[in-house]
């Protein structure tokens, strides 16, 4: 990318940032209560009129049904299921969360990158290598990060269903009891969360504590929000989409001119 | 399984693209399969994966990146299920396209060479490599491979790239490393 490029994207940053939406992510292991939280956010942030739209994990309708099947033949390696996953949140960032911050829409994301770094690295992948294979990364304003052990995690998906086979890590744990394999992974996925949680900063959410306590102090939180200019800490990631968007690229240049 | 004592085969890779890949893949095949019965081909696209990725007017198309993570997706399935348990049988594989095809492509298409490369760190080297110089589009749209896909997902959707530039660029780059000693052209 010519300077010349990047000196537009910057422009057009800078034009947006103050209407752009925020991105919210909601980060945790399963039964951790975060989808309840991320509705009651959502419907929140609605009542205060903020625009805001929800991207949940593993949901591009161009790959979601390729990880459906895969997932139903249990034929996925950690390679290919870090692939699959990879390619559906690129293809959600370019097309759905990206447009919408850059047009004022908030994004509430039900499970982000983080989720794929801890249970790509609990399948043994290298934490580098998957910091490439999801780069460049689009970081959220805050990340959000719901805090259970792995037996209450385990106890409340047990209290519902059976864990599913790569939901349990039964393609890395090579358990048949599904519940047994359950807890196997997930306390090797939260060892993961807890590190990324350090590492990134994350607002870290007792959520052992009733539904009302952990949904006023995520309020509280947002409402401190600090916001940060894109242009300090993710315009590389926005320089690469526009660069490659026809749409933007006509935006910046009649900004431009 | 691998068989007890059977020496490792070996991975031979074929990059490029057109009718001349399969070609190719072919040749290879024929001759390897004089030494031992039971070589084969592995090719692009084994896992379905592309076959699937319906087109949906109203879902906007892959990007560049994600097209690369989709083959990077579709050769993890088949080093998993056709390379690794062949080559530990002793067995010789053609994978036709192998690494340096999706490679190529995506940086062609104007992404990072050090992100690509990284992407690609998890395909074992093969023993040997070849480039088949791809002589274009190929007619019947049944037989459509990795090249044509990957160049018509850039020219319909909202990327802005020069679908003639990128195969020039492509070219370039498996010509490159022709003269770097790192593959070989294939006669």
């Known amino acids: 990318m010519g300077e010349r490029d990047l000196q537009r994207w910057r422009e057009l940053l800078k034009r947006r940032e103050a209407s752009r939406g925020l991105l919210v992510a909601f980060e945790g292991p399963d039964g951790s209560g975060k989808t309840t939280q991320r509705k009651l956010f959502k419907q929140w942030l609605k009542s205060e009129g903020v625009p805001v739209t929800t991207t949940k994990w593993n949901s591009s309708p161009l790959i979601k049904p390729l990880v459906k099947v895969r997932k139903q033949v249990r034929a996925l390696s950690p390679e290919e299921f870090c692939f699959l996953h990879a390619a559906d949140f690129r293809h959600r960032i370019e097309t759905e969360v990206l447009p919408a911050l850059l047009q004022g829409t908030s994004v509430v994301a039900d499970r982000y990158l983080f989720t794929a770094l801890a249970r790509d690295a609990a399948r043994g992948l290298p934490f580098d290598w998957l910091l490439n294979v999801y780069s460049p990364i689009l970081w959220p304003d805050v990340v959000f990060y719901f805090a259970v052990s792995p037996d209450t995690s385990g106890m409340r998906i047990a209290a519902t269903r059976e864990p599913k086979y790569y939901e349990a890590g039964q393609d890395i744990t090579g358990l048949d009891d599904a519940h047994a394999s359950y807890k196997q992974f997930i306390t090797r996925v939260i060892r993961e969360y807890q590190g990324l949680a350090l590492v990134f900063r994350f607002v870290t959410i007792d959520a052992e504590r009733s539904i009302n306590e952990q949904h006023r102090e995520i309020r509280e939180h947002y409402q401190q929000l600090q916001r940060r200019p894109w242009l300090d800490w993710n315009v590389e990631t926005i320089a690469d989409w526009l660069a490659h968007s026809a749409t933007w690229r006509l935006e910046a240049r009649r900004g431009v001119s | ?187």
């Open chain 2, 1 to 187: 399984m691998a068989a007890r004592g059977a020496a490792r085969g070996q991975l031979i890779a074929v990059d490029g693209g057109g009718a001349g890949l399969i070609a190719a893949a072919r040749t290879l095949t024929t001759a390897l399969r004089k030494e031992r019965e039971g070589s084969g081909v592995s090719a692009w696209d084994s896992s379905g994966i592309f076959t699937e990725l319906t087109a949906v007017e109203e879902i906007p198309g892959p990007s560049a990146r994600t097209l690369t993570l989709l083959y990077a997706a579709d050769l993890a399935f088949r080093l998993r299920w056709q390379i690794r348990p062949a080559l530990d049988a002793g067995l010789s594989v053609v994978a036709a396209p192998y690494v340096e095809t999706a490679k190529a492509l995506a940086i062609g298409a104007g992404l990072p060479r050090k992100w690509v490369q990284e992407v690609f760190r998890f395909a074992p080297k093969p023993d040997s490599c070849y480039h088949v110089v791809n002589r274009g589009p190929r007619g019947n749209a049944a037989k459509v491979d990795y090249v044509d896909c990957f160049v018509n997902a850039m020219a319909s959707g909202d990327q802005a790239i020069d679908a003639g530039q990128l195969r020039k660029q492509s070219v370039a780059y498996l010509t490159a490393l022709e003269k770097n000693g790192r593959c070989r052209r294939f006669k």
